[in-house]
């Protein structure tokens, strides 16, 4: 079994920055896609940022250019940098942690950005 833990959420102002961090623990053997994920509200959930196991991170367009996605695969651990925030980031963030072909999420943190 595996946990997924989020944190780093808040409220900051628009342009302000958040760092997102994500924690995969239990049995772990191998971990293949680490991701954040965002849900609106009234909106469907969405892939913000992914990064693979020694691959190149992926990004949705509206946040290429402010978010940077990293990873610590000694700690199973996924980062998310969002720098340069608006306010239709506003949401709450999922991190998904791609386990044994198994995907595991985490229970959410809130980001609001304020005008």
């Known amino acids: 079994q595996v946990h997924v833990v989020e944190s780093g959420g808040g409220l900051v102002q628009a342009g302000g920055s958040l760092r997102l961090s994500c924690a995969a623990s239990g049995t772990i053997f191998s971990i293949n896609t680490m991701g954040w994920y965002r849900q609106a509200p009234g909106k469907q959930r969405e892939l913000v940022a992914g990064?693979?196991?020694?691959?190149?991170?992926v990004y949705v367009d509206s946040v290429k250019g402010r978010f940077t996605v990293s990873r610590d695969n000694a700690k199973n651990t996924v980062y998310l940098q969002m720098n340069s925030l608006k306010p239709e980031d506003t949401g709450v963030y999922y991190c998904?942690?791609?386990?044994?072909?198994?995907?595991?999420w985490g229970q959410g943190t809130q980001v609001t950005v304020s005008s």
């Open positions: 998904n942690v791609d386990h044994d072909d198994q995907g595991y």
């Open positions: 990064i693979a196991r020694g691959g190149r991170p």
